[in-house]
Structures are given as structure tokens and as C-alpha cells.
């Protein structure tokens, strides 16, 4: 068996909850697009419409196979709160125990597969957030009171 599995990374916005990215994370495995979803706080610095901004984010660090990855890419795409999401990935060498485990068929992911509500979120209930950049950083936060 190939000893090479795929890592794709994103963030998240910094203000999510844990148990909310939690819960991304979680059926991104649950829906068999990942092996293992790892999740960091982490400080971004970058440019946005003219100036350079530094933004709390959770980092995810998505480990799939290679006949996953496209999968798990749009899986992302269409349940990311932002317009613009960090989206990559890269091939990584792995031992071979690990990169068994990583590109097993997963009768989780089996039985998800075909369903036609293969959105992240639990329920069929919209986020906290939604694609727009109504306030400015592409996101609808939701009103605190």
C-alpha cells in the first residue's frame, strides 16, 4: 500500500467556539471526506482590501487520500463561512501503518456516501455565519445580545 496521504488545510474564524469547530471538524470525519481533522489556535497576519490585518483563526489540518482530497475540497468550499477561504493541500510521505490507516475505506464514510445532505452542520439550521461580507471581513456575525 502507498505510503502517501494528503493534508489540506483551513481556518476558521477565530471567534468560532471550540465545540463549534469541533463539530466542523467532526463531520468532515463523520462524512468520510478525513482521517483526522487536528485543530490549533493560531495569530494570521495578511493583506485584505488595502491593509494589512492580524486576525485570531483556528487552524485545520485535514489528513485524507488522495481519492478523498477533491471530495473533502468541496465539502469545505461549500460550508466555509468565508468568501474567500485558505484552502491547501500537499502531498505528504507517511509511514506505512499511518498511511494505511489514512486511506482505508471507512465504512463511516460509506454509508454517508450518495446522501444527499452532505453539508458539515448537524442540523439542517443555518450558522452563526453566512457567505458575505456584510460587516467588512466576510462574515455575518451574529448579533451578541
Not at 482530497?69 to 484552502?87: C, M, N, S, V
Not at 463511516?108 to 448537524?122: D, F, L, T, V, Y
Amino acid at each position: 500500500m502507498s505510503e502517501e496521504v494528503w493534508v489540506v488545510q483551513t481556518t476558521l474564524p477565530g471567534d468560532w467556539i471550540e465545540a463549534l469547530v469541533g463539530q466542523w471538524s467532526f463531520h468532515l470525519v463523520k462524512a468520510g471526506h478525513a482521517a483526522c481533522v487536528q485543530r490549533s489556535r493560531i495569530t494570521s497576519v495578511y493583506r485584505w482590501d488595502g491593509q494589512c490585518e492580524s486576525t485570531e483563526e483556528w487552524r485545520l489540518q485535514i489528513k485524507t487520500s488522495r481519492s478523498d482530497k477533491e471530495e473533502l475540497i468541496a465539502a469545505i468550499l461549500a460550508d466555509h463561512p468565508l468568501d474567500t477561504p485558505q484552502i491547501i493541500a500537499w502531498k505528504a510521505e507517511a509511514s506505512s501503518d499511518y498511511a494505511d490507516w489514512v486511506n482505508a475505506d471507512w465504512d463511516i464514510g460509506a454509508s454517508q456516501r450518495g446522501q444527499e445532505n452532505r453539508k458539515m452542520r448537524p442540523t439542517s439550521e443555518p450558522g452563526p455565519y453566512t457567505r458575505s461580507k456584510a460587516d467588512g471581513r466576510g462574515l455575518n456575525h451574529p448579533d451578541p445580545t
